[in-house]
Structures are given as C-alpha cells and as structure tokens.
C-alpha cells in the first residue's frame, strides 16, 4: 500500500461515470415506431455536491426539522446526468419539466447516482432521521 501525499491527491481529477438507459426518454424510429435505445451518463459528485444534495433533503424551521423529498429524483439527474466528457445535459430549472418525465429513467438514474456516490438505504436513513 502506497500512502500518498496532498500533493497527488490535490492534481488527482478521477471522478467515475455510468451509462444508464432511458430509452423511455428517447426518439421514436420511424421505420419501427418503437423507441430509440437511448442513455445518459451518470457521473460521481465532488464532495461539495454530495453534501450539498443531502442538505436538502433536510429542511429545518426553527426547532424543527422536516424531510424533503419533493423532487428527488429529478434533482439528482439534473446533478449527475452528463455527456461523456462530463458536461451537465440539465440546468437546475429543469427539474420540474423532468418530474413530468417517466419515473422508471428517473428511477434508474438516481440508483446508479446512489451506488456510484456510496448513498445506501442506511445512509438515507440516517439523514431523514436527524
């Protein structure tokens, strides 16, 4: 094992992506009239982004603190869907267009964002619980 310095970790720019299918979202071929194979690409979040992401599912008014997940599929394709050289394809007020979308892409997309960002069930939890 190899213990490395801030110094590589500083130059290190290696952040993982997936496809994930939404052929549901597609363009329709006119010679078969069944939708397109299509996908996007699922990328991992920096830190900030993540924590950013889990703080709002938290809102806290006075004393309280209330859950929010209004969204949230939708919020987390617009922060992880890109092209392959890691451009965001959605800009933030596209999350109310993409609620209106079919809920299986959403659906794939924020599993493989959960997995590729280590959020498990437990870590959800956690986070609704305080």
């Keep these: 094992m ?3 310095s801030r110094e590589i970790i500083a130059k290190s720019e ?3 992506m997936v496809e994930v299918d939404v052929t549901e979202w597609g363009e329709i ?4 009239g069944k939708p397109k194979k ?3 690409f ?3 979040l920096s830190g900030r982004e993540k924590d950013a992401f889990e703080a709002g599912l938290v809102s806290i008014k006075g004393q309280k603190q209330k859950v929010n997940l209004d969204d949230v599929r939708a919020r987390m394709a617009v922060l992880v869907c890109c092209d392959e050289n890691r451009n965001p394809i959605f800009r933030p007020e596209d999350v109310q267009w993409l609620t209106k979308k079919s809920s299986r892409p959403l659906t794939r997309i924020y599993n493989a964002a959960k ?5 498990s069930e437990e870590d959800e939890e ?3 619980k305080n």
């Design 14 to 16: 290696r952040f993982e």
């Design 38 to 40: 299509s996908s996007v």
């Design 2 to 4: 190899t213990i490395i």
């Design 115 to 119: 997995k590729l960002n280590d959020l």
């Design 29 to 32: 071929d006119t010679e078969t």
């Design 42 to 44: 699922v990328r991992e």
């Design 126 to 128: 956690e986070l609704l």
